[in-house]
């Protein structure tokens, strides 16, 4: 069965850091561009951060580049995302996705989210 699931959301004060995890089963990740989006209550889904399948390209989105890094340890057959610096904005539940497309094109699997509170 194909899955992605998302682990290590949680409680952070504003300027803390947090890594959440990707890990797929049922599939190898190697083969797939690995997304990271968000949803915050009361607005649309954006694009976060993407990690492509082919050469490790990496993108961000502009409200997190310099702060949040995207990462895969295919040995895992999981995907990283460490962010830092977080603010209250960042604060929305966090889904992971896999693409055999690469970044920017459509997902074809997504994950259910873990959800990402920054507060003090």
């Known amino acids: 069965q194909v899955q992605l699931v998302e682990s290590g959301g949680g409680l952070v004060q504003p300027g803390g850091s947090l890594r959440v995890s990707c890990a797929a089963s049922g599939f190898t990740l190697d083969y797939y561009a690995i997304g990271w989006f968000r949803q915050a209550p009361g607005k649309e889904r954006e694009g976060v951060s993407c990690i492509s399948s082919s050469d490790g390209t990496t993108y961000y989105a502009d409200s997190v580049k310099g702060r949040f890094t995207i990462s895969r340890d295919n040995a895992k057959n999981t995907v990283y995302l460490q962010m830092n610096s977080l603010k209250a904005e960042d604060t929305a539940v966090y889904f992971c996705?896999?693409?055999?497309?690469?970044?920017?094109?459509?997902?074809?699997?997504w994950g259910k989210g873990t959800l990402v509170t920054v507060s003090s």
């Open positions: 996705a896999a693409g055999l497309s690469e970044c920017g094109a459509g997902m074809d699997y």
